[in-house]
Nanobody
Framework: QVPLVESGGGLVQAGGSLRLSCAAS????????MGWSRQSPGKRRDMVAT???????NYTDSVKGRFTISRDSAKNTVDLQMLSLDPDDTAVYYC???????????????WGQGTQVTVSS
């Protein structure tokens, strides 16, 4: 198992900022993609940002220019810096990682428990 532990969520006013952090632990041989998804009540979980092992990033259109994803591959951590937050950004944010636990195995996607981000207007 590879637990992912998120931190950094909370309540912020519109226009404010938050930084989410996620640390992966356990039996890790290699991590390919890491990322953040979010889910609002009554909506599906959507990918917000991903970062590959080579540092290549991808963002959903609604957060481009406001959110920045980064990772520390040596520490198996991924962060999401969120600026200019909007009430539409309110959601539970989930960390995700594609992890290979052995040299012989394939990649499996792991998810964190989620951290609430609430943006008040």
């Amino acid at each position: 198992q590879v637990p992912l532990v998120e931190s950094g969520g909370g309540l912020v006013q519109a226009g404010g900022s938050l930084r989410l952090s996620c640390a992966a632990s356990g039996s890790i041989y290699m991590i390919n993609f890491m990322g953040w998804s979010r889910q609002s009540p009554g909506k599906r979980r959507d990918m917000v940002a991903t970062i590959a092992s080579n540092g290549l990033t991808n963002y959903t259109d609604s957060v481009k220019g406001r959110f920045t994803i980064s990772r520390d591959s040596a520490k198996n951590t991924v962060d999401l810096q969120m600026l200019s937050l909007d009430p539409d950004d309110t959601a539970v944010y989930y960390c995700t990682a594609d992890v290979r636990t052995t040299i012989w195995g394939g990649y499996r996607t792991y998810w964190g428990q989620g951290t609430q981000v609430t943006v008040s207007s």
